[in-house]
Each structure stands twice: as structure tokens, then as C-alpha cells.
């Protein structure tokens, strides 16, 4: 079996690869949060005042949440793709016999296998980045710019666990599939795999719709309940605080957007349906492009997703901090850079890496097109629009979910229309939607420009 899982990962080295570039990235990102967070805690015990532990803790805390998550469904939507697209070989293999519980072992050591070598990887990386990004922490002035950098002997390991982790858990359901489908039918969908919400996404998306809708009831709770609870007189009265409410109102719609980004099936497929309709398909360019778009929506939603997690999360942290600081918390919007920039990096490097990973199939349909008589114009337009749908969608989605932090601030704080425009981050989701067009369009656009061979060379490609 191990020569067949090897055998198998140079012959689609390349999307292999591909998997392996945004496991390396996430890797690197949980590898900068432990090496960030322990240095920060070292230093802070060396200190007189417990403050500096105190706030350590909780941007270490911020970090898991917001940047692990974001990395978490980027590696795992990443390899679900990886393995997708490989569905039209796992149903040969179940031609030549290969039993479909051996199908799915084989592919779930792929996918391990990526993880543990990604997780090396961006493990040994983390330690020079880090010094890059513990920069960062200068927003707080708090800690100083030459923060002394350690590394715990627990973080390539912990990397490398956590990395594996994702990776097997978005293969996890792709695996099942392939060994689970008849042949005939899975050949038949490899054009245009199928894919489903796994359990585990759904459980996480209801944890936090759970946790969304528990905010409004908490911050209303009486003080004397919640000290019961074991919360202190000085954190009920920054949470019940105007911008304490501010805080947990914008924290409402990054749960929703985090919940619907679990769901993709259920939440982007539709939006990308929708908004596509609205624009009349008389163009052969955007006709083509929304058809490939909806014809391959498994692998759309997941080419989606990065874009959508840079869009959404920009807005949602950020109205947060600027709700806060209208509110009178002068140190609201303290942080943002310190979130943001891993979460822009892991999800930069999936956006561009998932585009990528299905190009070949891309530039198949593209000389279909030219061999029944599209002009090479037409197709390579049709190519950066499929692109600009992608990170059409995803910013959509992000503007919705920044909408409803902002709403929800506002709301709950009582701080009315100006808290609201103060919520609204127009520059930095400007910067973040003009990054998503860029890098979707130039990642579609470019190959297929670059591209010499002939249309039939191209037609006879394997997949």
C-alpha cells in the first residue's frame, strides 16, 4: 500500500504541492502563535507588573480564536479539495479492484502524510517569521519592540500535531466518498465533484450560532447572576460598559460569519447563485464563466472560502475595535494588525493556492470552448471573470457579515447611527477587496495567458 500512496503523490504532484504550500503557511501561522504568545508570557513573568501577563494571555487567547480558525478551514477546505479533485482516479482504482476501505486508508496517509511534512515545515519556519511578526505587538505598547524571541521545544511537535490534524479532518469526508461511491458514478461526477457538509462542520457552525445568539442574553444578565458565576465586579462593568456592549455586539456577527464559513454548501453556494443571476448572461465571456463557476460549485466553495475568511474578518474584528473606541475605549481598535496579518497570510496563500490547484481543468475547458469556436479573447475573459465571481463572492459575503457586526455594535450598545459609521472599516475593507480581486483574477487570468500549447494538447491533458 505504501507504494501505491507514493506512487500516487508524484503522479498529482501537482496538486499535491499545492496542498503542501497552504499546510506549510498554516503551520507557520500556529507555529508564530506559540513562539509569539510564549515569548510574550516569559517576558511578562520577568516583569514587576502582572498586567503584561494578564493582557499575554488574552492576545494569545485572540489569537487562537480568530487566526487558528481561519487556519484550521483553510487547511481542511484546502485538502478536501486536493482530494476531490482526484476523484476520477480513486474510482479507477475501485475498477481495478482496490477494496474502498484500503481507498480510504490510502487516502487519509495522503493527507496525513502532507500535514506532518507541512507541519515540519512551517514549524521551522515560524521561528524566523516570528521575529517578523512579534512587530506586530508593537500596537499595544505594552510589550517592547525587541522582545526577547524563545521557542518552547513543544512547538514543532505541537505544529506538526495540530497541522496533521486540519489536514485529516477536511480529507476526512472527500475519503469516505471515494471509498463509499459506486465507480461508475464517481466517474461520472469527476467533472463536477460532489461534495457534502461533514457532522463535525455542522456541530462546529451550531456551537457558534449557539454562541452568537448567548451574547445579547449575556451582557443583560443581572451582576449579581454573573458574579455567581465566578466573573468579577471590574469585568461585569467592562462587559456591561457601552463599549463592553460594543465589543460583544460586533463579536456577534464574526461568529455568524465564522458558523456560515463552516457551511459553505449552505451559505456560499446560494450567494454565489444569486448574485450571479442578477447580472444577464449576454456576454459569451460571463455566460461561460458563471457556468463553469456553478458547474464546479464544489471546488467554487472552496476556492471561495479564503477570500471570504480575509473580506468577512477584516470587517467583523475591526468593527469591533472601532465600535469600542467610539464608545470611549480608547484602546478599541489596539490589535488589529496583530490578528489580521496571519489570517491575511494563510488565507492569501489559500486563495491563490486553491485557483491554482484546479488550473489544469480550467485551461481543458477553455480550449473546449476554443475548438467549438470561441475566440482566444473570449476564453482568456472568461478566465479572469471566473476569477472576479470567486472574490465577488467571497467579498459579498465579508460585507454582509461586517453589516451585522456593525448593526449588532450598535444595537446593543445604544450607540446609534455614529457608532455604526464608526464600525464600518471603509479603508481597510477597501484594501482587502482590491487584494481579493487582484489575486483571483491574476491567479485565473495569468496562466491561461501564459499558456503556449495547442487547443488539442490542452484537451489531452490528464486530470
Given at each position: 500500500?505504501?507504494?501505491?500512496?507514493?506512487?500516487?503523490?508524484?503522479?498529482?504532484?501537482?496538486?499535491?504541492?499545492?496542498?503542501?504550500?497552504?499546510?506549510?503557511?498554516?503551520a507557520?501561522?500556529?507555529?508564530?502563535?506559540?513562539?509569539?504568545?510564549?515569548?510574550?508570557?516569559?517576558?511578562?513573568?520577568?516583569?514587576?507588573?502582572g498586567?503584561?501577563?494578564?493582557?499575554?494571555?488574552?492576545?494569545?487567547?485572540?489569537?487562537?480564536?480568530?487566526?487558528?480558525?481561519?487556519?484550521?478551514?483553510?487547511?481542511?477546505?484546502?485538502?478536501?479539495?486536493?482530494?476531490?479533485?482526484?476523484?476520477?482516479?480513486?474510482?479507477?482504482?475501485?475498477?481495478?479492484?482496490?477494496?474502498?476501505?484500503?481507498?480510504?486508508?490510502?487516502?487519509?496517509?495522503?493527507?496525513?502524510?502532507?500535514g506532518?511534512?507541512?507541519?515540519?515545515?512551517?514549524?521551522?519556519?515560524?521561528?524566523?517569521?516570528?521575529?517578523?511578526?512579534?512587530?506586530?505587538?508593537?500596537?499595544?505598547?505594552?510589550?517592547?519592540?525587541?522582545?526577547?524571541?524563545?521557542?518552547?521545544?513543544?512547538?514543532?511537535?505541537?505544529?506538526?500535531?495540530?497541522?496533521?490534524?486540519?489536514?485529516?479532518?477536511?480529507?476526512?469526508?472527500?475519503?469516505?466518498?471515494?471509498?463509499?461511491?459506486?465507480?461508475?458514478?464517481?466517474?461520472?461526477?469527476?467533472?463536477?465533484?460532489?461534495t457534502?457538509?461533514?457532522?463535525?462542520q455542522?456541530?462546529?457552525?451550531?456551537?457558534?450560532?449557539?454562541?452568537?445568539?448567548?451574547?445579547?442574553?449575556?451582557?443583560?444578565?443581572?451582576?449579581?447572576?454573573?458574579?455567581?458565576?465566578?466573573?468579577?465586579?471590574?469585568e461585569?462593568?467592562?462587559?456591561?460598559?457601552?463599549?463592553?456592549?460594543?465589543?460583544?455586539?460586533?463579536?456577534?456577527?464574526?461568529?455568524?460569519?465564522?458558523?456560515?464559513?463552516?457551511?459553505?454548501?449552505?451559505?456560499?453556494?446560494?450567494?454565489?447563485?444569486?448574485?450571479?443571476s442578477?447580472?444577464?448572461?449576454?456576454?459569451?465571456?460571463?455566460?461561460?464563466?458563471?457556468?463553469?463557476?456553478?458547474?464546479?460549485?464544489?471546488?467554487?466553495?472552496?476556492?471561495?472560502?479564503?477570500?471570504?475568511?480575509?473580506?468577512?474578518?477584516?470587517?467583523?474584528?475591526?468593527?469591533?475595535?472601532?465600535?469600542?473606541?467610539?464608545?470611549?475605549?480608547?484602546?478599541?481598535?489596539s490589535?488589529?494588525?496583530?490578528?489580521?496579518?496571519p489570517?491575511?497570510?494563510?488565507?492569501?496563500?489559500?486563495?491563490?493556492?486553491?485557483?491554482?490547484?484546479?488550473?489544469r481543468?480550467?485551461?481543458?475547458?477553455?480550449?473546449?470552448?476554443?475548438?467549438?469556436?470561441?475566440?482566444?479573447?473570449?476564453?482568456?475573459?472568461?478566465?479572469?471573470?471566473?476569477?472576479?465571481?470567486?472574490?465577488g463572492?467571497?467579498?459579498?459575503?465579508?460585507?454582509?457579515?461586517?453589516?451585522?457586526?456593525?448593526?449588532?455594535?450598535?444595537?446593543?450598545?445604544?450607540?446609534?447611527?455614529?457608532m455604526?459609521?464608526?464600525?464600518?472599516?471603509?479603508?481597510?475593507?477597501?484594501?482587502?477587496?482590491?487584494?481579493?480581486?487582484?489575486?483571483?483574477?491574476?491567479?485565473?487570468?495569468?496562466p491561461?495567458?501564459?499558456?503556449r500549447?495547442?487547443?488539442?494538447?490542452?484537451?489531452?491533458q490528464?486530470?
Amino acid at each position: 500500500m505504501s507504494t501505491l500512496i507514493w506512487k500516487d503523490l508524484r503522479h498529482h504532484a501537482r496538486q499535491w504541492l499545492w496542498s503542501l504550500l497552504v499546510a506549510t503557511a498554516g503551520a507557520a501561522v500556529v507555529g508564530m502563535i506559540v513562539i509569539s504568545w510564549w515569548s510574550a508570557t516569559q517576558w511578562s513573568l520577568n516583569q514587576d507588573k502582572g498586567e503584561y501577563l494578564a493582557a499575554s494571555s488574552l492576545i494569545g487567547g485572540n489569537l487562537v480564536g480568530y487566526a487558528g480558525s481561519a487556519t484550521a478551514i483553510v487547511i481542511s477546505t484546502t485538502l478536501g479539495l486536493t482530494v476531490t479533485a482526484q476523484q476520477r482516479s480513486h474510482a479507477l482504482w475501485k475498477v481495478l479492484g482496490i477494496p474502498g476501505s484500503r481507498i480510504r486508508a490510502i487516502i487519509l496517509w495522503q493527507v496525513c502524510a502532507v500535514g506532518v511534512i507541512g507541519g515540519l515545515l512551517g514549524g521551522l519556519l515560524a521561528l524566523p517569521l516570528g521575529r517578523i511578526y512579534l512587530l506586530t505587538w508593537g500596537e499595544f505598547n505594552l510589550f517592547p519592540r525587541d522582545l526577547p524571541l524563545s521557542m518552547p521545544v513543544f512547538c514543532v511537535p505541537a505544529t506538526v500535531l495540530v497541522t496533521a490534524l486540519f489536514s485529516v479532518l477536511g480529507g476526512l469526508g472527500a475519503a469516505r466518498r471515494a471509498a463509499n461511491v459506486p465507480e461508475m458514478q464517481a466517474l461520472r461526477e469527476a467533472a463536477a465533484p460532489a461534495t457534502r457538509t461533514k457532522p463535525w462542520q455542522w456541530v462546529a457552525a451550531v456551537i457558534l450560532l449557539i454562541s452568537a445568539a448567548s451574547l445579547p442574553i449575556l451582557v443583560n444578565l443581572p451582576a449579581d447572576v454573573l458574579e455567581e458565576d465566578g466573573t468579577s465586579k471590574a469585568e461585569i462593568a467592562q462587559m456591561q460598559s457601552p463599549g463592553g456592549r460594543a465589543i460583544m455586539g460586533g463579536a456577534v456577527g464574526f461568529m455568524v460569519a465564522l458558523a456560515a464559513l463552516f457551511i459553505p454548501n449552505w451559505t456560499l453556494r446560494p450567494l454565489l447563485t444569486w448574485w450571479t443571476s442578477l447580472i444577464p448572461g449576454r456576454s459569451p465571456a460571463w455566460f461561460s464563466a458563471r457556468a463553469n463557476a456553478r458547474h464546479r460549485s464544489a471546488l467554487s466553495m472552496t476556492t471561495i472560502v479564503p477570500f471570504a475568511i480575509a473580506v468577512s474578518m477584516t470587517g467583523t474584528i475591526h468593527a469591533m475595535g472601532g465600535a469600542a473606541r467610539s464608545s470611549g475605549m480608547s484602546n478599541g481598535v489596539s490589535g488589529f494588525l496583530t490578528i489580521m496579518v496571519p489570517i491575511f497570510f494563510v488565507a492569501g496563500v489559500g486563495g491563490v493556492a486553491n485557483i491554482a490547484m484546479v488550473g489544469r481543468t480550467r485551461r481543458q475547458e477553455g480550449a473546449l470552448l476554443g475548438v467549438i469556436g470561441a475566440r482566444p479573447n473570449t476564453i482568456l475573459r472568461s478566465t479572469a471573470l471566473e476569477g472576479a465571481i470567486y472574490a465577488g463572492t467571497g467579498i459579498l459575503f465579508g460585507l454582509a457579515t461586517t453589516l451585522l457586526s456593525a448593526v449588532c455594535a450598535a444595537t446593543m450598545s445604544g450607540g446609534g447611527v455614529d457608532m455604526f459609521a464608526s464600525a464600518i472599516p471603509v479603508n481597510f475593507l477597501l484594501a482587502a477587496i482590491g487584494a481579493s480581486l487582484v489575486l483571483a483574477v491574476a491567479t485565473t487570468w495569468l496562466p491561461a495567458r501564459l499558456d503556449r500549447r495547442a487547443l488539442m494538447d490542452n484537451l489531452r491533458q490528464p486530470t
